[in-house]
């Protein structure tokens, strides 16, 4: 029996657009999460959410299901799309926090009290502004010089907290992959974050 | 400043070592390596003052960041966000209508569109949905003109049953009423009938069980005198199952009789006392030898999605079905899951979840 994510892209690509809402349903709660987590902002990550979707269908023809073996090999989820959706995802995500750079950080110095209710919905009395406000900015410079891949192993495992196991299973990869992601992941990380540091003290 | 860089100065003589340890030092915070690897890292970190320092500040990162995803989860919904799935949706559809050369094959049929997005899917879909992937996968040739009639079935949008031949004397009578049958949780329900030469062909649906399937009889009336009728030789092709349901085709060894009855003894799995009857077709004359019969059923035997809504993690459906004598409706109580799978669950515990009475519901959808 093939797996229904195979089946579902090929009802859609036989002229029934309407089935890929099947599609939209499983993944939007996950993507959005993830990438509320990557830009820190809940509403610029519901817009991307849509881009990521528009863009999937757009490439669906494209979509090459993973050879079985493969698959089976990696990872026993039924989620055959979630790899390719998340490499959209952060593709779409890391381009927009490049722009953020340009717009926010060259064209004009930015007021801080206003630039942070941007960037961040963080309650002002959970934690110090500040320090938020230097964690996203640190985490938005190391995921900047990261490639999608392990940019998203670093999200996954440092702001969603999740197990190294869960990644893997997610991104379809092996554990020992993921681990050498976010160690890169974590090298670039902590460049930005100690010299933010120095600055600050 | 650059640690591989720092690492390959000051500490050439081990940089391969920590090369190595480095991936795993992450994992060894939250105890997710091996014996043996937790040892390794152990003893590497004792000797390595460098490592050590990251190890340091991995730790340190690590309470920082997930202080920014705690904060950050808060408003993040974990149930779909309906409002940006009808937004996708509709971005994707109006641009489906003006760029039909998006798809690489074209679409076998115009499908009008479904009247409110909200409640547009149907058992049935799913169904075709289902037929499609047996077709696909094990490309059983009988399958193809099933698919072809369920697709189109929606674009045609029949009312009442149509039955179709190239003879001016319909050659079968059909009793729409006997399409479906539902005993509590458990349905049946007749999707598709089709005659040839040597068989009469079921294409049915009826609730998965994971303990036995549905035993269906079928019998003729008058193929002898007896009173129960004779059982006509049978058997069950299953083209598999979607969420909650079975999709298979009965085939029955037909025996031309003008005026006989087939007649089906319907028994659901846990339910071996008491078996439900359908008597869908009757035969009026002898068919031409390629066969005359190709029927739909009727939609509206077929449950029929009146209101959803999302609640938590589930959404929680009211489908409508019409009973064996045809007069009065029922209701069939489902819940999917974000896997796409169907549950039936009971009135109460659907009135519960969606706090209102049924009334409210059917007068909510005019």
Known sequence: MANDEIVLVRTVLQGHPEVFQTIVVRYEPQLLRYLTHMLGNRENARDLVQETFLAAYQGLPHWKAPQTAEMSKRTKSSQILAPWLYRIATNLALNWLKKQTRDVYFSQPPDKQKNLSMLTDIPADEIELEKQYMLRETLREALCTLSEEDAACLILRFVADETYAEIAERLHMTSEAVRKRVSRGIISLRTTYTQRMEVSQ | ?366
């Not at chain 2, 070592?17 to 992450?26: A, G, Y």
């Not at chain 2, 989860?73 to 209508?97: F, G, H, T, W, Y």
């Not at chain 2, 031949?165 to 598709?192: C, H, K």
């Not at chain 2, 029922?330 to 899951?337: A, E, W």
């Open chain 2, 1 to 366: 400043m650059n640690h591989s860089s720092e690492y390959t100065d000051n500490h050439s003589h081990d940089a391969g070592v920590c090369e190595e340890m480095i991936p795993l030092l992450d994992a060894y915070r939250t105890d997710e390596l091996e014996e043996n690897e937790k040892e390794k890292v152990r003893s590497h970190l004792e000797t390595c003052s460098l490592c050590q320092k990251l190890f340091e500040d991995i730790q340190e990162m690590s309470v920082a960041y997930t202080k920014v995803s705690l904060v950050a989860d808060k408003n993040v919904a974990e149930k779909p966000d309906a409002q940006l799935v009808e937004n996708i949706m509709a971005k994707i559809l109006s641009q489906q209508e003006h760029n039909q050369e998006l798809l690489p094959f074209a679409p076998i049929k115009h499908v009008s569109p479904p009247r409110s997005r909200e409640r547009s899917y149907r058992l049935r879909y799913y169904l075709a949905l289902a037929c499609a992937a047996v077709f696909i996968t094990s490309a059983i040739f009988v399958c193809s003109g099933i698919v072809q009639y369920l697709n189109s079935y929606q674009a045609r949008g029949t009312s009442g049953v149509s039955v179709t031949g190239t003879v001016s004397r319909p050659r079968w009578e059909l009793a729409s009423n006997q399409m479906f049958l539902r005993e509590d949780q458990d349905v049946f329900g007749i999707e598709y009938i089709e005659t040839n030469a040597h068989e009469i062909l079921f294409v049915y649906v009826t609730t998965h069980h994971a303990q036995g399937s549905t035993q269906i009889q079928a019998t003729s009336s008058l193929v002898s005198n007896s009173s129960n009728g004779t059982v006509l030789p049978s058997y069950i092709q299953k083209l598999g199952h979607l969420g909650n349901y079975d999709v298979n085709i009965l085939h029955i060894r037909r025996f031309d009789r003008v005026g006989q009855f087939i007649r089906l003894k319907i028994t659901f799995p846990d339910k071996d006392a008491s078996s439900g009857y359908l008597q869908p077709i009757k035969q009026l004359l002898i068919d031409s030898p390629e066969g005359s019969l190709n029927v739909d059923i009727n939609q509206k035997m077929i449950p029929e999605v009146l209101w959803s809504r999302v609640v938590g993690t589930f959404t929680y459906a009211l489908l409508q079905g019409s009973n064996a004598q045809g007069s009065n409706a029922t209701y069939i109580f489902l819940r999917q899951d974000l896997a796409g799978n169907f549950y039936t669950i009971t009135k109460e515990e659907y009135l519960k979840t969606c706090h209102c009475t049924l009334d409210q519901q059917l007068q909510g959808k005019k």
